[in-house]
């Protein structure tokens, strides 16, 4: 646990959106600045021991706005964040001692409502759902300069006020899975692998039948494997999970099960066999057995924290 007392070594303002280095040795932190002004949004860097967990900070970059999301690429030479507020996406290049330099490479000056970029397994395509445009956009990435290009077409446009969040790919490369928040649908594209093209295969529904008010959905996961495909919807506080097919990309036989409250982000052990959540609202994380495809998941234990998780990553 970082204490958010030691300026300069933990957390001053709100830490939310985690990633990390692609061999495991660096956490970065996106930091949200105190509304005050005394301190500004910046990414922190930990450098991880193996053995323990144990986070030691290494440094803290400023960048030009509110990071709803972060994510390195796969080359692990450069961090890319999104920002809903100030409707941005930003590339910055990670130093050779795993700190992200001041300097972006790329902006992405007209993202509207852009809350979370990944790239493709091929690292050649970037893709980032919209919140406000109801939208995917979709760019071409040069991961030599740490640049973006619109792709052809530039955007894969979604029901009129579906709300595109969140997304992941399948590790067999050929899949996308996107989460629209706002009409709780989860739509599912087959990866052109040559020009990073999506073509729709089916959607199906995060939601809950008995939720009351508007879907308000969070994150989406597949596991290590690629037999499963898990989500979270707050406003029902649901974690649906499907069974997944491989070879077609298509999910079937959901199940819902009910996590503590608001739950948000989530992640899969590398070995498939659990899944644990931030509730933000429940104040605590919760572990889930997922190792059965045949069964929901199964809550194991639960764990209190500080005022409302909100993002869980496993190195």
Not at 30 to 41: L, R, Y
Not at 162 to 189: I, K, Q
Not at 250 to 259: A, C, E, F, M, T
Request: with cysteine.
């Amino acid at each position: 646990m970082i204490s958010a007392e030691e300026k300069g070594k933990g957390w001053v303002g709100r830490g939310m959106p985690l990633t990390r280095s692609k061999d495991g040795s660096r956490i970065h932190v996106s930091v949200i600045g105190m509304k005050d002004g005394e301190e500004q949004d910046r990414i922190d860097t930990y450098a991880v021991e193996p053995a323990s967990g144990k986070l030691t900070f290494l440094s803290a970059t400023p960048v030009m706005a509110q990071l709803n999301h972060v994510s390195v690429d796969h080359t692990g030479e450069f961090l890319m964040g999104a920002s809903v507020p100030s409707s941005v996406i930003v590339v910055h290049p990670i130093g050779p001692r795993g700190q992200v330099q001041e300097t972006p490479s790329d902006v992405v000056a007209k993202a509207s409502g852009a809350h979370l970029i990944l790239t493709d397994p091929s690292n050649r395509f970037a893709y980032a759902p919209s919140l406000f445009s109801h939208l995917l956009y979709a760019f071409k990435f040069d991961e030599n300069c740490g640049t973006l290009s619109p792709n052809t077409p530039d955007a894969i446009h979604q029901s009129p006020g579906a709300g595109s969040r969140h997304l992941a790919f399948h590790p067999n490369r050929r899949f996308l899975y996107l989460l629209n928040e706002r009409d709780g649908s989860l739509m599912v594209y087959r990866l052109n692998p040559v020009d990073g093209s999506l073509h729709e295969i089916m959607r199906d529904w995060h939601i809950g039948p008995d939720l009351e008010g508007d879907p308000w959905g969070a994150a989406v996961h597949v596991s290590p494997n690629g037999d499963r495909l898990f989500a979270t919807e707050r406003r029902g506080n649901t974690l649906a999970a499907w069974d997944l097919n491989p070879e077609s990309g298509h999910i079937s036989n959901r199940k819902l099960v009910d996590p503590a409250y608001n739950p948000r982000d989530f992640d899969v052990t590398p070995n498939g066999r659990f899944l644990v959540v931030a509730a933000l609202k429940g104040d605590c994380l919760e572990v889930f057995d997922v190792s059965d495809p045949s069964e929901p998941p199964k809550k194991i234990s639960k764990l209190p924290t500080g005022s409302e998780p909100g993002w869980v990553e496993i190195v």
